[in-house]
């Protein structure tokens, strides 16, 4: 499985970005999909994860209620809607896949296949 992200980009505070992570190599179907970021001089950070039918999902405390995570695997594809975006959002943004229906939460090693991210900034 690859998992290629798009949809970074430049984005002044309070904006929105939709982000796509798109899957080659199998069907997206048969796995749980975590977006993550990484800061600037900080640790990786889980921040949203879907189940395989998408019926699930979970986000952490600092983009709850702002970000949306979706999927259409139709399309082998998973989307994180980022809006009312703050500087602190800025970092490297990348999907995850663990093959398993539901997430099982967000540590490095729960996930076999990851994207090589792409970069979001936020500036005030």
């Known amino acids: 499985l690859q998992l290629v992200e798009s949809g970074g980009g430049l984005v002044q505070s309070g904006g929105s970005l939709g982000l796509s992570c798109v899957a080659s190599g199998s069907t997206l179907d048969e796995y749980a999909i975590a977006w993550f970021r990484q800061a600037p001089g900080k640790e990786r950070e889980g921040i949203s994860c879907i189940s395989t039918s998408g019926g699930s999902t979970n986000y952490a405390d600092s983009v709850k209620g702002r970000f949306t995570i979706s999927r259409d695997n139709a399309k082998n594809t998973v989307y994180l809607q980022m809006n009312s975006l703050k500087p602190e959002d800025t970092g490297i943004y990348y999907c995850?896949?663990?093959?398993?229906?539901?997430?099982?939460?967000?540590?490095?090693?729960?996930?076999?296949?990851w994207g090589q991210g792409t970069q979001v900034t936020v500036s005030s």
């Open positions: 995850a896949a663990d093959h398993s229906f539901y997430c099982s939460g967000y540590g490095f090693y729960d996930y076999d296949y």
